[in-house]
């Protein structure tokens, strides 16, 4: 008899905690990045999903990341810039936070041996997008 209340309870306990967990999932807005996902629809510039996967075209690729992510200086966002390597190009995509980053961010690329040639895509947020990021972050 013990036993069966003992599992009764935790049965119990279990589908609260099951219930109140889908109500904190409810109350959290989803992450939104449908205008970018839009404006990348029909598009046919590169993207991280065409990444070639020859060894030198991924190894070029990885390179460029590193030091991107190795700069201190540079945001989260900066750090988390697209990188597509294809041959001896290389395509950089997504948002930063300045015009500032955007530069240094392809200088980087640039300067990776075997870089022949940038292609920036990176976008600046624009201070609205900001401004909601920090709001929502709190």
Do not use: C, H
Not at 67 to 82: F, G, P, Q, R
């Amino acid at each position: 008899m013990k036993k069966l209340l003992a599992v009764t309870a935790l049965l119990a306990v279990g589908s609260w905690g099951s219930v109140a967990f889908s109500q904190d999932q409810a109350a959290r807005p989803d992450a939104d990045n449908t205008r970018v996902n839009k404006a990348d629809s029909g598009n046919t510039q590169q993207t991280a999903q065409g990444q070639s996967q020859a060894k030198a075209d991924r190894e070029l690729a990885a390179a460029v990341r590193k030091a991107i992510v190795d700069d201190k200086s540079l945001s989260t966002y900066a750090k988390n810039v697209k990188v597509i390597a294809r041959g001896s190009s290389v395509t950089l995509r997504g948002p930063v936070n300045s015009s500032a980053e955007k530069a240094k961010v392809a200088e980087l690329a640039q300067q990776v041996p075997n870089v022949q040639a940038v292609d920036n895509r990176v976008t600046v947020k624009s201070s609205k997008e900001s401004t909601s990021t920090k709001r929502s972050a709190s």
